[in-house]
C-alpha cells in the first residue's frame, strides 16, 4: 500500500477500486474524498485505434479504391491524410474515409489482440468503463466542412460492433463526440 504524502496541490485516493493508494497531484482532495453517491469513478475509453483496429481495413479499403497499396504499418498519425508517410494525401484521405463510413460504416472492425481480455479485467476489478469515441453522426460534416455524412450508418454499426466484439460495456455507456 502507498503510504506516502500526496504532492503538493495534489491528493492521494485510497478507494480506487482493484488498487492500493494511487497518487493523483491534480484532483483536488475534496473530490477524491467525495462518496460514491455523489461522484462515479469511471476509466472512459477511446473504441478505434484502441480496442478496434480501423487504420488496417481502411487501408485495404483505400489500397483497393485507389488501385496502389496503402500499408497500414506506414501510419503514424490517426488520420492518414495528415501523415507524410501513408501514401495518402489529404484530399485522398478525405474522400475515401467519407466513403469507407457510409459503406459499412465501423462494423466487423477487429478487436485488438488482448484488448478483450483487458477490459473484462478491469471490470471485474470494479472499474467503470465507458466508451467516448468520434464516429460521424448523420448530420456531422467530413473534415474538409464541404458535406454531411448523411447517414447514422456509421454510429449504429459502432454500437453493434461493441455488442458483436461481446465488450463488457453497456450500450449506455457509449458517448459519441
Not at 50 to 56: E, Y
Not at 66 to 82: A, H, W
Amino acid at each position: 500500500m502507498n503510504t506516502k504524502s500526496p504532492k503538493k496541490g495534489g491528493a492521494k485516493r485510497s478507494s480506487t477500486p482493484g488498487a492500493d493508494c494511487a497518487d493523483y497531484p491534480l484532483v483536488p482532495q475534496n473530490l477524491l474524498d467525495m462518496p460514491k453517491e455523489y461522484f462515479d469513478w469511471s476509466i472512459d475509453i477511446d473504441l478505434h485505434g484502441v480496442i478496434v483496429d480501423w487504420i488496417t481495413p481502411f487501408c485495404e479499403f483505400a489500397s483497393t479504391q485507389l488501385k496502389r497499396s496503402i500499408d497500414p504499418s506506414s501510419i503514424t498519425v490517426y488520420f492518414p491524410g495528415y501523415d507524410a508517410n501513408s501514401g495518402l494525401n489529404n484530399a485522398e484521405f478525405n474522400a475515401l474515409f467519407y466513403h469507407f463510413v457510409r459503406v459499412g460504416g465501423y462494423g466487423g472492425l477487429p478487436a485488438y489482440p488482448g484488448a478483450l481480455e483487458a477490459l473484462n479485467s478491469l471490470k471485474s476489478a470494479g472499474y467503470h468503463l465507458r466508451i467516448s469515441t468520434w464516429t460521424p453522426g448523420p448530420f456531422e460534416l467530413s473534415k474538409n466542412h464541404g458535406r454531411a455524412y448523411g447517414t447514422g450508418r456509421a454510429q449504429a454499426a459502432t454500437l453493434a460492433l461493441v455488442k458483436q466484439l461481446a465488450l463488457p460495456i453497456d450500450e449506455s455507456e457509449i458517448q459519441f463526440v
